[in-house]
């Protein structure tokens, strides 16, 4: 069964800090792994998208990482902002094209602390 | 541009009562998605429109449940005699094309329902 599991459930650091937030997921056949921020009260929206061949991709101060032999991703956060607070949410999408073809993340909460 | 917008935002309704939720997509996206997020849970796939093909309602959790889709336009999700498992959020979101891994989805605000 395809599995998309994230760590911390939540974290709460200091404005000004970096933090990293962990994605392992059991999708198979692998197509892409996308980093989704989802403010409260708000639809989810799209950080960053990474393809079996890709193993860093920035979106200013959003850095992502895929390991596609563990099959692992990780969002690191440089020098968060109030604006950070969200819940972050890893999708990974199988390679079939159908409906079950995407697994969500249960996400991360971050909160940003002044 | 316009985004993809919900109504209503919010939704209070008793036990057994029937639901309508409202999405309009992104004008030109040929793909439109139902999903359901339950407070502190993961989105749950419900249902998938593209184009003219018949939908993929594969992520519905019953017979309840219903979505209809006006060409590549507006969409309504129907939960018939809701129960209070039904509360949650319920998501929109739309592409510019088919796959459902394939291409971005932008999501609406989501309507939040809630089942007395």
């Known amino acids: 069964k395809n599995q998309v599991e994230q760590s911390p459930q939540s974290l709460i650091i200091l404005e000004g800090k970096n933090c990293t937030l962990q994605c392992n997921y059991t999708v198979s056949p692998f197509s892409n792994l996308r980093w989704y921020k989802q403010d409260t009260g708000r639809g989810p929206v799209s950080l960053t998208i990474m393809t079996f061949s890709e193993n860093t991709k920035s979106n200013g101060r959003y850095t992502a990482t895929l390991d596609a032999d563990t099959k692992q991703s990780s969002l690191h956060i440089t020098a968060s902002q109030l604006s950070d607070s969200a819940s972050y949410i890893c999708?990974?999408?199988?390679?079939?094209?159908?409906?079950?073809?995407?697994?969500f993340g249960k996400g991360t909460h971050l909160i940003i602390q002044p | 541009g316009a985004g993809v917008s919900q109504s209503p935002s919010n939704k209070v309704t008793e036990k057994g009562k029937d639901v309508e939720l409202r999405c309009d997509p992104i004008s030109g996206h040929t793909a439109l998605y139902w999903y359901r997020q339950r407070l502190g849970q993961g989105l749950e796939f419900l249902i998938y429109?593209?184009?003219?093909?018949?939908?993929?309602k594969s992520g519905l959790p019953s017979d309840r449940f219903s979505a209809e889709r006006t060409g590549e336009s507006v969409s309504t999700l129907t939960i018939q005699r809701t129960q209070q498992e039904d509360s949650a959020v319920y998501l929109c979101a739309s592409s510019v094309g088919q796959g459902l891994g394939s291409y971005e989805q932008y999501f609406g605000p989501g309507t939040r329902l809630t089942v007395t």
């Open positions: 999708v990974v999408s199988a390679n079939n094209g159908g409906a079950d073809g995407l697994t």
């Open positions: 429109f593209q184009g003219n093909s018949a939908p993929d």
